[in-house]
Nanobody, 125 residues
Framework: QVELVESGGGLVQAGDSLRLSCTVS????????MGWFRQAPGKERTFLAG????????MYADSVKGRFTITTDGDQNTVHLQMSSLKPEDTAVYFC??????????????????WGQGTQVTVSS
């Protein structure tokens, strides 16, 4: 059974940086793609960043391009989301997602079979 566990969320101030991690267990990724999404209260889930598991193909939403960076650590079966210059509007629950059906990331949540439980990120002004 595949399980995704996010970590690294917390309360930070505007302008700070934070690194989220998503560790996958139950299956070793030799191919596939990962994505990060977030959902703020009362809003829909939105795509942030995605990567092929080999790290060669990445994709970012315009809202985070230049501020967020997605990387993979194959040895640890972990995907990271490095976030910098955080803003209060970045406050949300952050989710990672995984798919084995494609090697190129997708901005569509429906393209991912597995999801983590989420980690809260709160950015104070």
């Amino acid at each position: 059974q595949v399980e995704l566990v996010e970590s690294g969320g917390g309360l930070v101030q505007a302008g700070d940086s934070l690194r989220l991690s998503c560790t996958v267990s139950g299956r070793t990724f030799s191919s596939g793609a990962m994505g990060w999404f977030r959902q703020a209260p009362g809003k829909e889930r939105t795509f942030l960043a995605g990567t092929g598991w080999n790290g060669r193909t990445t994709m970012y939403a315009d809202s985070v391009k230049g501020r967020f960076t997605i990387t993979t650590d194959g040895d640890q079966n972990t995907v990271h989301l490095q976030m910098s210059s955080l803003k209060p509007e970045d406050t949300a629950v952050y989710f990672c997602a995984a798919t084995y059906r494609r090697t190129i990331p997708s901005p569509r949540g429906d393209d991912y079979e597995y999801w983590g439980q989420g980690t809260q990120v709160t950015v104070s002004s």
